[in-house]
């Protein structure tokens, strides 16, 4: 059975592409949704991608995919941050929950060293680009993989 993965991404994401390709690189969101739904593919995973700016609307999809189940892969972006409204939308979660970014936040600028998400998730991946999205997404797929039970 298929499973069915939200990869839900915050503000600015929109704008890949054009927005520091120096930091997030050339590719565009539409690029990173084909990249996902390709990997995807390959999992046995029904990747849907989403953006939004808003804070309230990124609450709501996380609010759906606990009341779903469904596994997230969450690029917060500047809510990693400082939304504490978002971390306790995510503490509610009931499937696997990986945070993921593009760059690495930790060699970047200090006030980006910080993530009020990654307590509540399954694990981060960052620094590796879109790549972190896929690697993201194989955690997702070996996470909701039925177990052999112990002989």
């Not at 890949?16 to 995973?45: H, N, Q």
């Amino acid at each position: 059975m298929t499973t069915r993965v939200l990869v839900l991404n915050g503000p600015n994401l929109g704008r890949l592409g054009i927005r520091e390709p120096e930091v997030y690189g050339s590719a565009t969101l539409e690029d990173l949704a084909e990249a996902c739904r390709a990997t995807g593919r390959l999992l046995d995973l029904s990747v849907e991608v989403r953006q939004t700016d808003d804070e309230a609307e990124l609450i709501g999809w996380v609010h759906e995919a606990a009341d779903d189940r469904l596994p997230v892969v969450l690029n917060p972006a500047a809510f990693t941050h400082y939304s504490y409204a978002l971390r306790d939308a995510l503490a509610m979660r009931t499937a696997p929950l990986i945070e993921v970014h593009l760059s690495n936040p930790a060699s970047r600028e200090e006030f980006r060293h910080t993530s009020v998400v990654s307590a509540v998730a399954s694990g981060t991946v960052a620094g590796f680009g879109l790549l972190s999205y896929q690697l993201a997404l194989q955690a997702v797929a070996e996470l909701v993989k039925p177990r052999e039970p112990a002989s």
